[in-house]
């Protein structure tokens, strides 16, 4: 399977937005992960549709959009019309989460859903083979800049165990304190999907950075 790297616009430059997700297009990067807050899930606020569409305009690769918001349901047409190919949604954050994976499938997105630290990844026995990714996150969510927690680990082999079962085509995106130091451990644990922000925009050279994580997936799994 091929494992994708998804650098987080968050930690991109805001004041040369643009030049930041030119410079990922010409990336060996796969997607664009994009963290929408609205400062009640979490106690943080990034950016609305405007933003958004703004990305969307320039970007030449998929949109990973990542929902850390209350009530996502309200708002998953306007997502998918501002260019979301890929709509997560938090399993703490959804009353009634059946309805709201249909409801981002109808919209005509890949539905995820994220979890936080410390929800288990049994809780999604009966909606795993209506998903298309599930996102752990390795972080509480909210900042960036956060330490790895190490437990994900453990978290990625369970969840991998149980998609093996019912839904064998599963994604498994990780989020939080990713970097180069710690990518062929997830890769070991079955993880799928590399979200970074500080790893990659806080590098010398983001380029250069993304390249040596996507050879380091390579060479991680032809070990494994």
């Known amino acids: ?105 109808k919209a005509g997105a890949k539905a995820c859903v994220a979890l936080n630290p410390h929800t288990p990844v049994e809780l999604l026995t009966d909606i795993l083979p209506m998903l298309d990714m599930v996102l752990i996150m390795s972080v509480n969510p909210g900042f960036g800049g956060q330490q790895f927690i190490p437990n994900t680990l453990l978290k990625i082999r369970r969840l991998k165990g149980m998609a093996a079962l019912v839904n064998p085509g599963l994604l498994i995106e990780v989020d939080g304190g990713v970097s180069i130091n710690n990518l062929s451990d997830l890769l070991a644990a079955g993880a799928d999907v590399f979200v970074a922000g500080n790893a990659i925009f806080g590098a010398e050279s983001p380029l250069e950075m993304i390249a040596a994580m996507k050879l380091e997936s390579a060479s991680s799994v032809s070990s494994i």
Not at 5 to 30: G, H, T, W, Y
Not at 70 to 82: C, K, L, M, T
Request: overall charge negative; some cysteine.
């Open 1 to 105: 399977m091929k494992h994708l790297i998804a650098p987080s616009v968050l930690s991109a430059d805001f004041a040369n937005l643009q030049r930041d997700v030119e410079m990922i297009n010409s990336s060996k990067a796969d997607w664009f992960h994009v963290d929408i807050m609205d400062g009640v899930f979490v106690p943080n606020i990034s950016f609305g549709f405007p933003v958004m569409e703004a990305i969307k305009k320039h970007a030449a690769k998929p949109l990973d959009v990542h929902l850390m918001i209350v009530n996502p349901d309200q708002y998953i047409e306007q997502f998918v019309a501002a260019g979301a190919d890929m709509i997560t949604v938090h399993y703490e954050a959804c009353v009634h989460l059946n309805k709201t994976i249909q409801a981002i499938h």
